[in-house]
């Protein structure tokens, strides 16, 4: 008896944000990885997150504190603080 192993390709997590009219992108294997990567500007302004997943597509829109907490330069808690505001808004890529 022969067993088939199915592989199964593991998705990964696009990201592109609209900050100051410039789109920046990454990718990535969880939300956190992909958003780190972005490298982004220090500016504490309005931006537009787009995530995919395969078919699976979200845009929020982002707070100016939001934006500066995780891509800002300032402390290590802020940054713990805006991330996990945003894994709760994309929990469901995870």
Known sequence: MTTKTKT???LLIKATI???GRYYSAE???VEETLLKLQLPVAK???VLTLQK???E????LSPSIVSGVWGK???TPQIIAMKHL???FGDFN
């Open 8 to 10: 199964q390709k593991k």
């Open 18 to 20: 609209k900050i100051l």
């Open 28 to 30: 990535g294997k969880t």
């Open 45 to 47: 302004t309005v931006a």
């Open 54 to 56: 395969g078919e699976l």
């Open 58 to 61: 979200r845009i929020k829109i």
């Open 74 to 76: 300032r402390g290590k």
């Open 87 to 89: 894994n709760l808004l």
